[in-house]
């Protein structure tokens, strides 16, 4: 599967610039973390959640968290760690839960499963399970700043087989306010174990934890975007947040200048894109990569009265979950020119998510083109933006990289600061080399000006 550009960071330097607990500044905020790992039950025993539990303990406290780590927890233990987690939250803090291990969904009720769980019937899972709201109760009534739940618990179930609904995974759920809470995989989908050292989906948040100046939410939707594409579709991580300010793993004023990697040539394309991009490089006009005084005017200009940036993030979250019963009314008004309807047609149409009770939206090419087009020649830089991407990878039209950094121009233009990013990008793969100056110019813009708190 190709990768979809449509919101690249520039993980390529900053995962190379890692941050270390020593290099962390005071934070004000309290932040503590329950994390669980269970692996060793009589029943279905997994590969990894102890290796996850005890990778994700290490990183968060090297972020700046006290962390209990618990292994292989009977029904009893866990409830005297979720207490013990209760007892260190703090008012105006941020508290994370993280677990890894059995899960399943009862009545439209989520329960972790215990290493001591006998469930031989349905209804012995209420009694025998813990169940995830409770977690999020001890962390509401804690009235922390921001709650933060991970739950990777939606691996292969040996207990789904006493469920009467025959249901998978976790059921979707509401988060309370000032909550995040994340899915390995989509409502009612499983998860992998994964044949490495971690699960899919916990090697790709550890890969994302560190990055400096990225917002929880932006965090998740990359590890989504990873997990996606690790598994050609087959698991796509999930989210529901009810957060009212921002969050950083590593805010901003955190984040340390990055060494720049040296210069370097880049692979060449597959001989068939390399054609693709001769024949359209003759007709498509190139706009030349920036200078690092053309950068730092761009950094320069004032932030648009618009937040592109959050809409972008809006649409692609409707998108996930935009079911065929909203279709009819959405294309009315795409088709009367509401450029962030035919935006948000063109992000269904990529995302194909489509597989939620059998209503969901598949997957179309030639519609994600058509609208998305659309919005872009209308001037509106999130669709500008989705259309470089997909002149980048090709995806259901010509891959056309300086048709790509035609559309990415077009958008950081306007301000819009994923295009900015997007364009450094493409420039390099038609320039064949990365000036690491220009690198560091848009570093300091994604810290100065890119997750403001949105008013």
Not at 294 to 310: C, G, H, T
């Amino acid at each position: 599967m190709k990768v979809v550009r449509i919101l690249v960071l520039l993980s390529f330097w900053l995962l190379a610039t890692s941050i270390h607990a020593d290099q962390m500044p005071s934070l004000i905020e309290a932040r503590a973390a329950l994390v669980i790992g269970n692996a060793d039950y009589p029943v279905g025993k997994l590969r990894n959640p102890q290796n996850d539990a005890k990778a994700v303990a290490a990183k968060l406290e090297q972020l700046g968290f006290k962390v209990l780590l618990r292994e292989n927890q009977s029904r009893e233990a866990m409830h005297r760690s979720i207490g013990e987690f209760s007892d260190l939250l703090k008012e105006g803090g941020v508290g994370l839960f993280y677990y890894a291990g059995h899960g399943m969904q009862i009545k439209g009720r989520n329960f972790l499963i215990p290493i001591d769980a006998d469930i031989q019937h349905e209804d012995d899972i209420e009694f025998r399970g813990v169940d995830a709201n409770m977690v999020l109760s001890r962390m509401d009534a804690a009235h922390s700043r921001v709650n933060l739940v991970v739950l990777d618990a939606c691996r292969n179930n040996p207990f789904a087989r006493v469920s009467r609904s025959g249901l998978n995974g976790l059921a979707q759920m509401e988060a309370p306010k000032g909550t995040l809470i994340a899915f390995s995989t989509s409502p009612g989908s499983l998860a992998k174990d994964g044949g490495g050292t971690n699960s899919v989906y916990t090697k790709h948040l550890l890969q994302k934890l560190s990055l400096p100046a990225l917002p929880v939410e932006q965090l998740f939707k990359e590890v989504r975007i990873a997990v996606t594409k690790e598994t050609n579709d087959r698991q796509i991580p999930w989210e529901s947040s009810s957060l009212m300010g921002d969050f950083y793993f590593v805010p901003p004023s955190a984040a340390l200048t990055p060494t720049l990697p040296p210069v370097v040539a880049q692979a060449a394309p597959p001989a068939e894109s390399k054609a693709k991009r001769s024949a359209a490089t003759a007709s498509a006009p190139v706009v030349p990569q920036l200078s690092v005084e053309q950068a730092e005017q761009q950094v320069a200009k004032p932030a648009p009265e618009r937040d592109y940036n959050r809409e972008g993030y809006e649409i692609e979250i409707k998108a996930m979950r935009l079911t065929v019963d909203e279709l009819p009314a959405l294309e009315a008004k795409a088709k009367k020119g509401d450029v962030n309807a035919q935006t948000l047609l063109g992000w269904a149409y990529l995302l194909g998510k489509g597989q939620i009770d059998g209503r969901g939206i598949p997957r179309s090419n030639p519609k994600l083109v058509k609208w998305t087009m659309a919005a872009a020649k209308k001037g509106y830089p999130v669709a500008q933006n989705n259309l470089g991407a997909l002149y980048m990878d090709g995806i259901g039209v010509h891959l056309d990289y300086p048709k790509a950094q035609h559309y990415f121009k077009l958008a950081a233009d306007q301000g819009y600061l994923t295009a900015h990013r997007n364009l450094i990008q493409v420039s390099t793969l038609l320039k064949g080399k990365v000036d690491g100056s220009q690198v560091a110019v848009m570093v300091k813009e994604v810290q100065r000006q890119i997750y403001q708190p949105v008013k």
